[in-house]
C-alpha cells in the first residue's frame, strides 16, 4: 500500500482519519502506532515483526543509555545498539550485492557458482534505522531525555506519514507534539492541500516520464538525443516522485498534528554543489552533517583533512542508497569529490565563477551524476555516457521515437516550469511591483496567485485520481533506498 494507490485513499486514509479524530486525545498515539502497524504489515505481516523489534530496540537502547552516567559508558552501550542497528541493516541491503560480487570474483578464478537465495529488502528498513541511530545519539550526547512510553516511541518510530521514505524525523523534532498536539480545521486543510499538491506531482509528472526513462536507460547504444532526453526525463521524474512523496508526508503530518520540516528547496536551482546538498533530501544531507561529517572532525583538521572527511561522508551516503548496485557507492564518490573540490577552490582564493555559469555546471554535474546513479549497474551507466558525449550518434532513436508522446512533452515542459518559477517568479517580483503584491497582498498578480493556490492542488488532485484509477499504481523510487 502506497500513498499514491487507490486502497490507501478509499480505504485506509478515510478509516484511520476517523478513528483518529473521534479519538481522546490520550488514545491518539496509540491509534497512531496501530494504524502505521497496520500500514506496514499491509505489504508483510513477517517483515512488521522485524520492523517491531527494531523500534524494542531502540526504545530500550535509550533507556539504557539515559540511565548510565558516565560517558564512557554510555558510549559503550550506543556502540552496542548502533551496531545491532546497523548489522541489521547490512545484512538486509548488502549480503545480496556482496554475495555476487563474491560469485563474481570466484567465477574469475575457476571455483564453480554457489547457489545464494536472494534476501527481500524490507520496505523503509534505511529510514527507520536512521532514526533509530539519530535517537540513541542524541539520547547519549543529552540533547534529549530517553522516552519512557513505548507507545510514544513506536508512534515516532512507525508513524506510516513518512516511515517508507522520509523525511528522516529526529525525535527532538515531534517529542513536544508526541506529548500534546492539536490540529483545528485550518491546519488540516493546509495540510490536506499539501498532500494533494505531491499526489499531483507524483502521479502527473513522475509516473507520466517512468515509460520514457524506463526505455532510455534500457537502450544498449543511445544517441546523444537518447542519452539526454533520458537523462533529463529521470531527473525530472526522480525530483517530483520524492518531492512530491516528501509533500504527502509533511502535508499527512499536519493533518494529524505534526509540524515535519522541508525536505526540499528548489535544488535544481542551486547555485553550487554544496548549495545543492542544503536544498535536496535535506532531512538525509543534515543527517549525514550533524552524525557523520561533524563526528569525522568536520572542516577542523584542515583542508586535506576536511576533503576526506567530505569524500568519506558522501562515499556513505552513497552506500546508504542503495545495495543491488556498487554504482550509489560511485555516485556518492563523484559527489564527495566535487564537494572537495568546491572547497579546494575556495581555499586556493580563486575567483568565483558568474551565478549562472556555476548554475549551470552545477545542474549539469548533477545530472551526469544522476544517470550514474539510475542506470542499472555500471556498464549500462558508461552506455549510457557514450550517448551522452555523442560516441553513439546525435539524433533520436527509434525506440524512443516510438516511446515518445505529446503527453511526455506537455509533462517535461511542466515539469521545468515548476522547477524555474521561483527564480522567474523572483526576477519578475524584483522588476515589476505589485507581482507579488508585498506584505498587504495586493495586485492583480498577487491575488490571481492566492486564488491559483488554493484551486490547483485540489484539481490536480482529481485528475491525478482519475489517472491513477486507468493506469494504475506505480511505487515510489526511493522505496528501494
Not at 478513528?19 to 496501530?34: D, G, Q, T
Not at 499491509?42 to 530500550?60: H, M, Y
Not at 517530483?240 to 498534528?257: H, N, R, T
Request: glycine share 10%.
Amino acid at each position: 500500500m502506497v500513498f499514491a494507490s487507490p486502497e490507501f485513499l478509499t480505504l485506509f486514509l478515510p478509516a484511520f482519519l476517523a478513528v483518529y479524530a473521534l479519538s481522546p486525545a490520550a488514545w491518539r498515539n496509540a491509534v497512531l502506532l496501530c494504524g502505521s502497524w497496520v500500514f506496514y504489515g499491509w505489504w508483510s505481516p513477517r517483515l512488521l515483526l522485524l520492523f517491531i523489534a527494531l523500534i524494542l530496540a531502540g526504545w530500550i537502547g535509550g533507556m539504557a543509555i539515559d540511565a548510565i552516567r558516565s560517558r564512557r559508558g554510555r558510549l559503550a552501550v550506543l556502540a552496542v545498539f548502533v551496531g545491532a542497528e546497523l548489522a541489521v541493516l547490512g545484512w538486509y541491503k548488502y549480503a545480496n550485492i556482496v554475495a555476487e560480487t563474491l560469485g563474481r570474483l570466484l567465477s574469475w578464478h575457476g571455483a564453480p557458482p554457489f547457489a545464494w537465495e536472494r534476501v527481500a529488502l524490507p520496505i523503509g528498513l534505511s529510514f527507520i534505522v536512521l532514526q533509530s541511530i539519530s535517537y540513541l545519539v542524541d539520547v547519549q550526547r543529552r540533547v534529549v531525555p530517553a522516552c519512557r512510553s513505548f507507545v510514544d516511541f513506536g508512534a515516532y518510530q512507525a508513524m506510516f506519514v513518512h516511515l517508507i521514505a522520509g523525511p528522516i524525523i529526529r525525535y527532538d523534532w515531534v517529542a513536544r507534539e508526541l506529548r500534546e498536539r492539536a490540529a483545528g480545521w485550518p491546519q488540516f486543510a493546509r495540510g490536506a492541500r499539501r498532500f494533494m499538491a505531491g499526489f499531483g506531482m507524483k502521479v502527473l509528472i513522475a509516473d507520466t516520464l517512468a515509460p520514457l526513462v524506463q526505455t532510455a536507460f534500457a537502450l544498449p547504444a543511445p544517441s546523444l538525443a537518447d542519452a539526454w532526453l533520458g537523462c533529463l526525463a529521470y531527473s525530472l521524474q526522480l525530483f517530483f516522485d520524492f518531492a512530491g512523496y516528501s509533500a504527502m508526508a509533511i502535508g499527512l503530518g499536519l493533518m494529524l498534528g505534526f509540524h515535519f520540516p522541508e525536505n526540499f528547496d528548489q535544488p535544481y536551482l542551486a547555485a553550487s554543489i554544496r548549495d545543492f546538498w542544503r536544498r535536496w533530501h535535506i532531512s538525509l544531507s543534515t543527517w549525514l552533517r550533524d552524525y557523520l561529517y561533524i563526528p569525522l572532525g568536520g572542516s577542523r583538521g584542515g583542508t586535506l583533512r576536511t576533503c576526506a572527511n567530505l569524500l568519506l561522508t558522501m562515499a556513505i551516503g552513497g552506500l546508504w542508497h542503495g545495495g543491488d548496485s556498487w554504482n550509489y557507492l560511485l555516485w556518492g564518490i563523484a559527489h564527495g569529490l566535487a564537494l572537495a573540490l568546491a572547497h579546494l577552490w575556495r581555499a586556493a582564493a580563486l575567483p568565483a565563477l558568474s551565478a549562472w555559469l556555476s548554475r549551470v555546471l552545477t545542474l549539469l554535474f548533477v545530472m551526469l551524476a544522476w544517470t550514474l546513479f539510475r542506470a542499472p549497474g555500471f556498464e549500462a551507466a558508461l552506455h549510457m555516457y557514450a550517448g551522452q558525449f555523442g560516441l553513439n550518434g546525435f539524433a533520436l532513436g527509434d525506440a524512443l521515437r516510438v516511446q515518445w508522446r505529446p503527453v511526455h512533452l506537455v509533462t517535461m515542459a511542466l515539469g521545468i516550469a515548476c522547477v524555474t518559477y521561483p527564480a522567474l517568479a523572483a526576477r519578475l517580483g524584483g522588476m515589476a511591483p505589485g507581482w507579488r503584491g508585498g506584505a498587504s497582498g495586493r495586485g492583480l498578480f498577487a491575488r490571481l496567485g492566492q486564488a491559483w493556490g488554493g484551486v490547483w492542488p485540489a484539481a490536480g488532485f482529481l485528475l491525478g485520481f482519475g489517472v491513477l484509477a486507468a493506469r494504475g499504481t506505480a511505487p515510489f523510487l526511493y522505496f528501494q533506498f
